[in-house]
């Protein structure tokens, strides 16, 4: 049974903090690695990671996919109250196109 | 941008009543895909398809079936809606085989009482 598992379930930090996000996983025919930001609606796509794209950054969020230690990072520099969230790590596998997900990260980011 | 659509954003629905979740996307993907999500199980795959009037089980399928008549539109049915079904119903869609980047619509807070 392929399994994600996503550290800490939830986080504090103040404004102007850097955090750092952490996914691992167990799966069979990895494919790829999909984060995802939840705020009060529908998830949005953040960053995908594959073997031929194992680093991705966008603005103050980055993401590092580590095949070797079958997890993924997801840091945000410089946090803001609008980074507060639920972080969603997903996994690809074999040649089916759906994602089996972690259970998530509540961030909460205070003034 | 794509766009995928959820009837209701908030349910309420009585034990043994039959409950219809719908769900439509504008970009002509292949695949749509329901999931629920529950504190601390994260989302859980209910039902996908690949096509029209094709469908699989995924993780949790128990209590759920699916319809997809038309492309755009796939529907989620809880036959006879038990308390233990109270959740937020997710739908989503991508754009085809091997092509993993789901777009979700806003979600369903489902209540069965």
């Known amino acids: 049974e392929d399994k994600v598992v996503q550290s800490p379930l939830s986080l504090v930090v103040h404004e102007g903090d850097t955090v750092t996000l952490n996914c691992s996983y167990e799966?069979?025919?990895?494919?790829?690695l999909l984060w995802y930001k939840q705020e009060k609606k529908a998830p949005t796509f953040l960053f995908m990671l594959?073997?031929?794209?194992i680093e991705k950054k966008s603005g103050r969020l980055s993401s590092i996919l580590d095949k070797k230690e079958l997890s993924s990072i997801l840091n945000i520099t410089a946090t803001q109250t609008g980074d507060s969230a639920i972080y969603l790590c997903?996994?690809?596998?074999?040649?089916?196109?759906?994602?089996?997900f972690g259970t998530g990260t509540r961030l909460q980011v205070t003034l | 941008d794509v766009k995928v659509t959820q009837s209701s954003r908030y349910l309420v629905k009585r034990t043994g009543e039959k409950v219809f979740l719908e769900c439509v996307q504008d970009?002509?993907?292949?695949?749509m895909f329901w999931y629920r999500q529950d504190p601390g199980l994260g989302l859980r795959l209910i039902y996908f398809?690949?096509?029209?009037?094709?469908?699989e089980k995924g993780d949790i399928p128990e209590g759920y079936s699916v319809s997809r008549e038309k492309k755009e539109r796939f529907s989620l049915i809880l036959e006879s809606a038990s308390t233990n079904q109270t959740s937020m119903y997710l739908c989503?869609?991508?754009?085809?085989?091997?092509?993993?980047?789901?777009?979700f619509g806003s979600g369903t807070q489902l209540s069965v009482l």
């Open positions: 989503a869609s991508s754009l085809g085989q091997l092509n993993e980047k789901l777009f």
């Open positions: 799966v069979t025919n990895f494919r790829s």
């Open positions: 594959t073997s031929s794209g």
């Open positions: 997903a996994v690809g596998t074999g040649t089916a196109s759906k994602l089996t």
């Open positions: 970009m002509d993907h292949e695949n």
């Open positions: 398809s690949y096509d029209v009037k094709m469908k």
